[in-house]
C-alpha cells in the first residue's frame, strides 16, 4: 500500500451527494475491481462518499488499497451536537482523511473559517489526516483580490496549527468559479496560485514542515479529457475530482494519467 506521505502524488474523488446507498456500494465494488493492479505503491487513491454509506463502502472496497474519506466533519469529539458527526465516529468508519470547508458548504451550510479551522483541528487529533478546502470567487478574481484571498484563508485555516512529527495536512486549491462548472482554471494560473499557496504555508509552517508534512493539490473540473494539462504540473501535488470520480473507469483514467 502507498504510505501516506506528502512525497506521494494523490488523488482524491468526491462523490458529494450524488449516490444512494445501493448506488454507493455498487460503485465502491466497481472502483475495487478496475483499481486490481494499479501502482499504489506510487499514487494515494481515495474516494469519498455520503456520510452515511462510509461504513458499507468501505465493507464493499474489500481488501483493495483505495482508502475512504468522508465530506465533513465536526470539531467536538463528544456532546449535544445533533445531527453532527464526530472525528471518531469517522476514523472508526475507516476514514483516512475528511474534507474540511468544502466551497459548497460554506455557501450552503455558512461555514466559516473559524470553523474549518476547528474542523481541521478536531481531525488533526485523530490519525487521519485533512483537506483543507480554499479557494476565490470569481469576483476575487476579476477585482484582482485572490492572492490576497488565498493567503488570507491559509491563515485562517490554519493560523495556529501545529503538525507533529510526520502529521500530515493536504489543502485543495478550489477556485470556486471552477467547480462543477465544466471550466478548470488554466495551468499557468493553477501553477501561480499553488506557488502563492506554499509562500502561506512557509509562513506558517516554516520550509521544511511545508514541504514534507502539507501537500497542496487543485480541484474544479478536472476530468478525463483535460487531465494531461494537471497531471504533471510544477508544485501540484495531485488532485480533487468531483464530477469525474463517480465512475471507475473515467476516475482510474485519471488516476493512470497522473
Ligand atoms: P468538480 O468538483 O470536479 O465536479 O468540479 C470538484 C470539487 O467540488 O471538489
Request: negative net charge; hydrophobic residues 40%; charged residues 25%.
Amino acid at each position: 500500500m502507498s504510505e501516506q506521505t506528502a512525497r506521494n502524488k494523490i488523488i482524491i474523488g468526491n462523490w458529494k451527494m450524488k449516490r444512494s446507498l445501493s448506488e454507493s456500494v455498487k460503485a465502491a465494488k466497481e472502483f475495487a475491481e478496475k483499481f486490481k493492479g494499479f501502482e499504489f505503491d506510487k499514487k494515494e487513491v481515495v474516494i469519498c462518499p455520503g456520510l452515511v454509506s462510509l461504513t458499507i463502502v468501505k465493507k464493499a472496497l474489500g481488501d483493495s488499497e483505495i482508502q475512504m474519506g468522508a465530506q465533513d466533519v465536526f470539531w467536538e469529539s463528544s456532546g449535544s451536537y445533533t445531527g453532527e458527526v464526530s472525528p471518531r465516529c469517522l476514523e472508526e468508519a475507516g476514514c483516512t482523511y475528511v474534507i474540511v470547508g468544502h466551497s459548497e458548504r460554506r455557501k450552503y451550510l455558512l461555514e466559516n473559517y473559524a470553523m474549518i479551522h476547528q474542523e481541521a483541528k478536531a481531525v488533526l487529533n485523530t490519525s487521519m489526516i485533512p483537506i483543507v478546502c480554499i479557494g476565490e470567487e470569481a469576483e476575487d478574481r476579476k477585482t484582482d483580490k485572490r492572492d490576497f484571498v488565498l493567503m488570507n484563508q491559509v491563515q485562517q485555516a490554519l493560523g495556529g496549527v501545529d503538525l507533529v512529527g510526520d502529521q500530515q495536512a493536504i489543502v485543495a486549491y478550489e477556485p470556486v468559479w471552477a467547480i462543477g462548472s465544466g471550466t478548470a482554471i488554466e495551468p499557468e494560473e493553477a501553477t501561480y496560485a499553488h506557488k502563492i499557496i506554499k509562500l502561506a504555508l512557509n509562513d506558517l509552517f516554516g520550509m521544511k514542515v511545508a514541504k514534507n508534512n502539507i501537500r497542496v493539490i487543485y480541484g474544479g473540473s478536472v476530468t478525463n479529457k483535460n487531465i494531461k494539462k494537471f497531471a504533471n504540473l510544477e508544485g501540484v501535488d495531485g488532485l480533487l475530482i468531483g464530477g469525474a470520480s463517480l465512475e471507475a473507469d473515467e476516475f482510474y483514467k485519471i488516476c493512470k494519467a497522473v
